[in-house]
């Protein structure tokens, strides 16, 4: 007879496990149901609490937030859209359950204790408690808290999160819903692009096809590179600078520094340069009166003259080594 206490000890042991086991499967039940209607499901101390509580062969995530005016959550209200979408993918991707996991939200006017309880000082937390029991058991019943130091969180970055810590389980995807008007938007904007272009295709294209206007552009480009627009972006370098005597310093020293003027005397100077060469190429040969076009010349070479000389100066002001120089910038 005294296999009785023993066999009796077995039939508690065994009665509590299937007891406990129901009570999971009757919670993970109640609450899947509630979240094919409405889903994340609304929360609040007490339902929070019985949700969450061990054992449970389900996994739950848990938002905590503070969505009310007066509490000036911005983050809360920036990421519940994308919350509330994650779990409609989610819920309407798994309605058999498969996946064994259930959304909930508990706002901070609905679950004050258990925000105190958690010693809460900021929101939103995401929280995943994951199961405590079954086959996916977890060893530790405390649970995983998803980070938001980066700021809002869009429904794929957490539905990744959670994918990676539900393994061997069902993720339905997120199915973000149609946006009609931005297409609407596209649409007709499109449309209006597409009749504007055909309306003034007539009128555009000689411009497209001018040799002068790409010629400008082309030298416009070749000027303000080769002066040194880049670098003035790159290395952040002063407009302009004090000499040292009250003065203002145009030209850096060296070829290593520039300043922001200099940049532009230096464009200036070499779009004098080019627009005297290109007179003297094309538009002084063209002049039929003789004297026009010996005087056209003379102009141009002395143009051409003067502003190469400041050329030079310019170099011998950023290296005084340049051994070259031109009258009258000597």
């Not at 609304?42 to 061990?54: E, M, Q, R, V, W």
């Not at 339905?172 to 596209?186: G, S």
């Not at 000689?206 to 040194?228: E, H």
């Amino acid at each position: 007879m005294r296999w009785l206490p023993a066999l009796f000890s077995l039939s508690l042991l065994a009665g509590g496990s299937l007891a406990a086991r129901k009570s999971t499967e009757d919670r993970f039940n109640e609450y899947h149901a509630k979240s094919l209607s409405s889903t994340p499901v609304k929360l609040g101390d007490a339902s929070y609490k019985k949700l969450t509580s061990a054992p449970r062969d389900y996994s739950v995530a848990v938002l905590l937030t503070a969505l009310e005016a007066r509490f000036a959550c911005h983050l809360c209200t920036e990421f519940q859209p994308e919350w509330e979408l994650l779990s409609n993918s989610w819920t309407k991707g798994d309605k058999a359950g498969d996946s064994r996991l259930l959304f909930g939200t508990l706002d901070f006017s609905d679950g004050r204790d258990i925000f105190l309880g958690l010693g809460l000082q900021t929101a939103p937390v995401l929280l995943l408690f994951k199961p405590t029991a079954g086959p996916h058991a977890w060893p530790s019943a405390e649970p995983i808290r998803y980070d938001f130091t980066n700021g809002p969180q869009t429904a794929e970055q957490v539905h990744q999160w959670l994918a990676r810590h539900t393994p061997d389980r069902p993720h339905p995807p997120v199915k973000r819903p149609i946006n009609l008007f931005k297409w609407i938007v596209t649409l007709v904007a499109g449309s209006g692009i597409m009749t504007a272009a055909y309306l003034v295709w007539p009128y555009l294209l000689p411009i497209i096809q001018s040799r002068n206007i790409w010629a400008a552009s082309s030298l416009i480009m070749i000027l303000l590179f080769t002066s040194g627009h880049m670098f003035n972006h790159i290395r952040k370098v002063p407009y302009v600078a004090a000499d040292g005597r009250g003065g203002i310093s145009y030209f850096a020293g060296g070829f290593q520094n520039q300043f922001g003027l200099e940049t532009q005397i230096i464009a200036a100077i070499y779009g004098i340069l080019s627009f005297a060469a290109i007179s003297l190429t094309l538009r002084a040969p063209r002049i039929v009166d003789a004297k026009a076009q010996q005087v056209a010349v003379l102009a141009w070479v002395g143009i051409l003259f003067v502003v190469y000389s400041f050329l030079l100066s310019v170099f011998r002001i950023k290296n005084g080594g340049y051994p070259f120089s031109l009258p009258p910038f000597m």
